[in-house]
């Protein structure tokens, strides 16, 4: 063997490498969320929670856990009761769990409101982070980290309360 067949070997299996490499980051479910405005007007916003699988595999057992409990609790707003608080953020109890969220799909579940002066359940302009935890369909486990805005989707300017 010449040295140039020997280099040509190196630069095929390091590209090789290097697709079998990126083929494994994109081959995987990407789970990301975000509030948006289920419905608005002059007195409030209500908003859904919406879950969205955009990888290219389907993603298994899907939950949330609230990654700063003080953040949370400065994020609600004097409406915010025991109440509401079990129906509207029982999307972070783990027995609620996604058993599948097939990729390019999308769920979503009811997450409070907000109204002026304050009066609603999440304070106006509010964010806290989260973290996704999920498993991809052969068995890996994945999770992300983001933060979660309390402000009208509707519009692109995100109108909040004076």
């Known amino acids: 063997m010449d040295w140039m067949n020997i280099a040509a070997l190196a630069v095929a299996l390091i590209a090789l490498a290097m697709s079998a490499h990126f083929w494994r980051r994109q081959f995987r479910p990407i789970v990301t969320a975000m509030v948006k405005t289920h419905s608005g007007g002059n007195t409030g916003i209500a908003y859904n929670l ?3 699988n955009s990888g290219s595999i389907p993603a298994r057992d899907v939950w949330f856990e609230v990654a700063d409990a003080k953040a949370l609790a ?7 009761n025991n109440k ?3 129906a509207w953020l029982s999307c972070f109890d783990r027995r ?6 097939h990729n390019g799909a999308q769920v979503s579940c009811s997450f409070g409101v907000t109204e002026g002066e304050e009066k609603g359940f999440w304070r106006n302009a509010a964010e806290f982070p989260i973290r996704i935890h ?14 979660l805005r309390m402000v009208d989707t ?3 300017t995100g109108f909040m309360w004076e």
């Open 134 to 147: 999920y498993k991809g369909w052969f068995g890996k486990n994945y999770f992300e980290t983001m933060t």
């Open 96 to 101: 609620d769990m996604i058993p599948v969220l």
């Open 154 to 156: 509707d519009t692109f």
């Open 50 to 52: 919406v879950v969205l």
């Open 74 to 80: 400065a994020a609600l707003g004097r409406g915010a």
């Open 84 to 86: 509401d608080k079990k």
